[in-house]
T-cell receptor
Framework: AQKVTQAQTEISVVEKEDVTLDCVYE???????LFWYKQPPSGELVFLIR??????QNEISGRYSWNFQKSTSSFNFTITASQVVDSAVYFC?????????????FGTGTRLQVTL | GAGVSQSPRYKVTKRGQDVALRCDPI?????LYWYRQALGQGPEFLTY????????KSGLPNDRFSAERPEGSISTLTIQRTEQRDSAMYRC????????????FGPGTRLTVT
């Protein structure tokens, strides 16, 4: 069975602080995909990133960066110089690599509150 | 292009009534998924289709829940004899059938059973 744990229920930071959201996963598969989604107050789910288990290189996109460590089964997400618009619930998710479409297993989410 | 659309956006129904929730995927996306999201939780998988074939319905909670996608495009999730515990956000997502399989979500249907 697959499982995703986001131990941080809620994080509050002041604007311009850096913040890291933790994600730990469990799977028996040797190949799999990891994802992060953002759910802003408006409620939609916005895709942020997908990572293949073969690729352990860290990725940076603007103020966002992701640290994938297979040895610790973690896929953490860092926001540098946070902004009020980053306030949202962030979900980490896991899917199998089946060669075709596959369902996502989500964590319970981390609510990030960025204040002025 | 247009994203995933869902209708209705909000549905209030009385216990015991049947409801039908509709999803229109991104054009060209052959894979379609249904998830349910309770308040304060992450989405939970219900079922998914490749084209018109229902590939996995392991997440449907009981036989009151069913889904179809008869022409491989629009899908309907039907809940019969609704119960209060069915109240949740129902989300639809679509993806291509080739990698990298990112799923794009619709705005959801908020179902409230009174």
């Amino acid at each position: 069975a697959q499982k995703v744990t986001q131990a941080q229920t809620e994080i509050s930071v002041v604007e311009k602080e850096d913040v890291t959201l933790d994600c730990v996963y469990e799977t028996r598969d040797t190949t799999y995909y990891l994802f992060w989604y953002k759910q802003p107050p408006s409620g939609e789910l916005v895709f942020l990133i997908r990572r293949n288990s073969f690729d352990e290189q860290n990725e940076i996109s603007g103020r966002y960066s992701w640290n994938f460590q297979k040895s610790t089964s973690s896929f953490n997400f860092t926001i540098t110089a946070s902004q009020v618009v980053d306030s949202a619930v962030y979900f980490c998710a896991l899917s199998r690599e089946t060669g075709t479409a596959s369902k996502l297993t989500f964590g319970t989410g981390t609510r990030l509150q960025v204040t002025l | 292009g247009a994203g995933v659309s869902q209708s209705p956006r909000y549905k209030v129904t009385k216990r015991g009534q049947d409801v039908a929730l509709r999803c229109d995927p991104i054009s060209g996306h052959v894979s379609l998924y249904w998830y349910r999201q309770a308040l304060g939780q992450g989405p939970e998988f219900l079922t998914y289709f490749n084209y018109e074939a229902q590939q996995d319905k392991s997440g449907l909670p009981n036989d009151r829940f069913s889904a179809e996608r008869p022409e491989g495009s629009i899908s309907t999730l039907t809940i019969q004899r609704t119960e209060q515990r069915d109240s949740a956000m129902y989300r639809c997502a679509s993806s291509t059938d080739r990698g990298p399989y990112e799923q794009y979500f619709g705005p959801g249907t908020r179902l409230t059973v009174t």
